[in-house]
């Protein structure tokens, strides 16, 4: 059940049937730094948005906050801010994430997402509200109070939005999730925010947003080229990581998402998911000493395994020497 939103008005539409997938999670720090982008992207005549939630922070990984996340999460949502330009308010950092009776939770705020969506056609409006409404304002997305407040400063009616939050909630938001995820690995992506591609003569292909970061205006002029043929399409290369994602599927738990720290086209950026990931040691590399001279570790070992290679025997006398 994907939500999908209506192209933008205009005469000079680009490609009438182009969608632009965007598997995102209102609790991901690096999906809010994309926010920008999916505006930006909105503006495009032609080109409609499909909203696809994955459920990052749903089930088996929804946690309370306490003093590890946050001393775990605030380095990154400072690099969030450094790189795209996004506001983080006081009531964020020195409020919700100290109040250790908050839970983090995808699922409800996933739900008004789709509720406001049926019954308004409004679902990215709802999502850039829950957005600041987490990061700048620090309130709790996760609680119905607030959800319903928000869908109401979106312009929703307190009791349609109920409603349509009745109807969708349980089975629909957990098909959601599901299809959601079984996308991003159709698409060869790796966590949230991924975007994909699907132009009208072809298939869905991921885009890499990290060199887009903080800049929206670069990101729609790139989206026109790709969609108009003015660059070749990258449906040609195996979809890869995109950009900087937030958490990526953990195999061995069954679908769970679990953290880990992916390599992106933006040198330094850190994700995170449920919790910390486990630091990997260091692969050994060459490196210079104070000569200059190159030293590689492997080589050393080789040779000093050379040096202490026993000397043949023959039995029952010390082998000769050859002259």
């Known amino acids: 059940m994907a939500m999908t939103m209506s192209p933008a008005a205009g005469a000079d539409r680009i490609a009438s049937t182009a969608i632009l997938h965007y598997i995102y999670d209102p609790l991901c720090g690096w999906c809010y730094a994309a926010a920008p982008l999916v505006d930006a992207a909105r503006a495009i005549p032609g080109l409609a948005i499909a909203l696809h939630a994955g459920g990052m ?28 330009g996004q506001p983080f308010g006081d009531a964020y950092f020195d409020g919700l994430l100290r109040d250790t009776s908050a839970v983090m939770d995808s699922t409800p705020p996933i739900t008004a ?26 309130r709790r997305i996760t609680d119905v109070s607030v959800l319903s407040e928000l869908a109401a400063d979106v312009g929703l009616d307190p009791v ?12 629909a938001t957990a098909r959601h999730i599901d299809e959601s995820r079984a996308l991003l690995s159709e698409v060869g ?22 060199p887009c970061l903080g800049k929206p205006e670069a990101w729609k ?42 390599p992106s086209s ?3 950026t850190a994700t995170y998911a449920a919790a910390p990931a486990a ?28 040096r202490r290679s026993p000397r043949p025997r023959v039995r029952g006398r010390r082998a000769a020497r050859p002259g």
Request: aromatic share 4%; with cysteine; glycine share 10%.
């Open 221 to 262: 002029q790139h989206l026109i080229e790709v969609i108009g043929g003015a660059i070749p399409c990258p449906s040609t290369r195996p979809a890869r990581r995109v950009g900087p994602a937030a958490a990526r599927f953990d195999k061995g738990r069954r679908g769970a998402l679990a953290p880990v720290a992916i």
């Open 57 to 84: 922070m749903s089930g088996a990984n929804r946690r309370r906050i306490d003093a590890r996340w946050r001393d775990y999460v605030i380095p990154h949502d400072r690099r969030i801010a450094q790189i795209s």
């Open 113 to 138: 997402i789709l509720a406001t969506q049926q019954s308004s056609g409004r679902g990215l409006d709802m999502l850039h509200r829950l957005q600041r409404a987490h990061y700048v304002e620090g």
């Open 189 to 210: 992506g790796h966590g949230f925010p991924t975007f994909a591609l699907q132009v009208p003569d072809g298939d869905r292909f991921a885009l890499d947003i990290g």
């Open 160 to 171: 349609t939005f109920n409603a349509a939050m009745q109807a969708v909630a349980g089975t």
């Open 279 to 306: 630091p990997r040691p260091a692969p050994r590399t060459a490196t210079r000493g104070c000569s200059g001279r190159r030293r590689d570790p492997d080589r050393r070992a080789t040779r000093l395994r050379i």
């Open 266 to 268: 933006i040198a330094g």
